[in-house]
């Protein structure tokens, strides 16, 4: 049984201003250097979809994030487009039915998520920080713990401690255990923190760890 968590008291973010514009000073300067360094990887990405499946090569979804605004997260394509045909949003699961040809491949090594630097980009994400999820998914998990709303204080991000050690998110325990992990992160993050989870999600991309 999901049992409620709630904290009796405000948390406070763990960065001040000066960490916050160096955050997103950074994520402006690398996301612009993997975009132009990664521009090959893309295009081979984007020709053997093409090849090997029909449809559309990316994916766009929205998503609520900072300050509780929604916006459309990019991913190249991984699930048939005929998915969440009745309107009713789905978890995706490891090894997901829906999974197009080469979609395993990119989800096992994260490669689809590199679409995911025009987010960073435009502003609406950061390297590291929660993941972003549907408001389908916010509306339950607020119902369990409220606390979620403290997530809207930080921008989204493409990794975070929960994505490396929380494993596949799939059901709604694992959602609660990662908004304790978000809310650990919020309080205590500083870009040292950030420094050491975007170095870990790399070791474990190279290394071929499954997370």
Known sequence: MIQETTLDIEITDGMNGAERAAKRAFD??????????????????????????RGPVFFRQERIGFRARPFYIYKFRTMRTDTEQDGRPQLAQTDDERLIPLGHLLRTHHLDELPQLVNILKGEMSFVGPRPERQYFIDQIMAQNSDYRYIFRMRPGATSKATIYNGYTDTMEKMLVRLQMDLDYYQHRSLRMDAQILLTTLKYVFSGKNF
């Open 28 to 53: 402006i300067v690398a996301a612009l250097v993997a975009l132009l360094v990664l521009s090959p990887l893309f295009v081979v990405i984007i020709l053997a979809l093409k090849l090997k499946a």
